[in-house]
């Protein structure tokens, strides 16, 4: 219906522009997440590991415990230099050894199994490596920032702690 000064007053506010809260909400929500697209942009390696931390949300997934490390746990050689870093993860009856050089990593499950696994993080994310019958596996791409590998045997799905490379 038209009211006196012409315009339709089907809602009853006589012309007056109705906005619901969560409209006016989204509206201003979506204007400050452009402002801060704009005046504080996020760093396109930290939103990388959001996304493979999101990825991570496998329910079924075991979490591979970090159990050694050469960099804490090891008694320095003098005059050693460039020597592998050497990692063990270990997730219940399934332990992980990983070596990381400069050329790349390589490693082995044991009890050994051919396995999927995917590098997370850093420039090799998401790269496909195959563990042999033997459990081992390599990648030609050393780990840069930080990084976890997630192995898939069968059924079993195992995540390994977050580390800085």
């Known amino acids: 219906m038209d009211d006196v000064n012409g315009t339709d007053d089907l809602d ?11 409209v006016e909400a989204g509206l201003l929500e979506e204007e400050l997440r452009q ?3 704009v005046l504080d942009p996020l760093p396109p390696g930290l939103l990388q590991i959001a996304v493979d931390a999101y990825a991570l949300h496998d329910l079924d997934a075991r979490v591979a415990e970090l ?6 746990d090891a008694i320095p050689v003098r005059g050693a230099t460039d020597t592998p870093r050497m ?4 997730a219940g009856e399934v332990t992980v050894d ?15 199994r051919p396995a999927s696994i995917e ?5 090799q994310a998401g790269a496909p490596l195959t563990a042999d019958d033997m459990g081992r596996f390599t990648a ?5 920032g ?14 390994t702690e977050w580390l800085r490379a």
Do not use: N
Request: proline residues 10%; negative net charge.
């Open 12 to 22: 009853g506010t006589d012309g007056e522009a109705v906005f619901d809260g969560d």
């Open 35 to 37: 402002a801060a697209a």
């Open 67 to 72: 159990t050694f490390d050469s960099l804490v």
């Open 87 to 90: 990692l063990t993860f270990s």
């Open 98 to 112: 990983v070596e990381v050089t400069a050329q790349g990593l390589m490693g082995q499950l044991l009890p050994p």
């Open 119 to 123: 590098v997370l993080g850093g420039p």
């Open 140 to 144: 030609d791409t050393p780990p840069s």
């Open 146 to 159: 930080p990084f976890a590998l997630r192995l898939r045997t069968g059924r079993d799905v195992v995540v």
